[in-house]
């Protein structure tokens, strides 16, 4: 009676491998379009220069193929599993990369975005938190919208940097807790948040405002632009 092989790690390579740099998948990267699997690191620089998936050659996104990649967590946890010292290799060597990065800045520099899940330069690593680091990212313009003259306009001025990168699962009301510590508004000032003319509620996600609001209205440009004005009151 034959005896069964035990299972090696490289028996399931072909499913655990990335296609652009032949490593084990770190932070896999599904494009929801064909399903395909890549680094997230290896799917986001091919999407530099090319909106196909590089393994099927099918066009992802007509102008922002980001928008369709999502993280696999489930797949992640099983190459730990199957790999051994994968993840304490990893976690290091990402450790190290943001120290080195963080020696480079003048200070402490701006936290504020990082610890809203915004940030205008890059993502904050204090007290090695993640701030949603891993989440898709999308990229927003946040413009000021004046109402014709109203007093309250002169409260709310233009950001001087205005095009912003976050997790797409950012909600308005972080962009609202946002804007009135980075413009120094009263608590007395309120914001709206628009999208198309259209007001957003406090708790639509960045990605609920593109998928439902920006695609939906045929604007395929990128960034998605969100316009912030004081509220107006009608009463």
């Avoid at 609202?176 to 406090?202: A, H, Q, T, Y």
Wanted: hydrophobic share 30%.
């Amino acid at each position: 009676m034959a005896t069964q092989r035990t299972p090696l790690v490289k028996d399931f390579n072909h499913f655990i491998t990335c296609y652009l740099c032949r490593g084990y998948l770190i932070k896999p990267t599904t494009v929801t379009e064909c399903l395909h699997t890549f680094c997230k690191s290896c799917i986001i620089q091919h999407f530099e220069d090319s909106n196909d998936c590089p393994k099927c050659g099918i066009q992802v996104h007509e102008t922002n193929p980001l928008e369709m990649l999502r993280l696999d967590n489930t797949l992640e946890e099983i190459i730990f599993k199957l790999v051994p010292g994968l993840r304490d290799k990893e976690e290091q060597q990402e450790i190290d990369f943001w120290r080195k990065n963080k020696s480079k800045e003048n200070g402490q520099g701006d936290c504020l975005g990082s610890r809203l899940g915004l940030s205008d330069d890059e993502d904050g690593d204090e007290d090695g938190q993640d701030y949603h680091r891993s989440d898709p990212q999308i990229a927003i313009c946040l413009d000021c919208l004046h109402n014709n003259g109203h007093a309250a306009d002169n409260t709310v001025k233009c950001l001087m940097k205005k095009f912003l990168r976050c997790s797409s699962r950012v909600t308005v009301g972080t962009i609202k807790k946002f804007l009135s510590l980075k413009l120094k508004l009263s608590s007395s000032c309120e914001l709206d948040v628009l999208c198309n003319g259209e007001i957003m509620g406090k708790d639509h996600t960045l990605e609920f405002i593109y998928m439902t609001r920006w695609r939906l209205h045929g604007d395929n440009t990128y960034p998605m632009v969100l316009e912030y004005r004081p509220r107006i009151d009608f009463g």
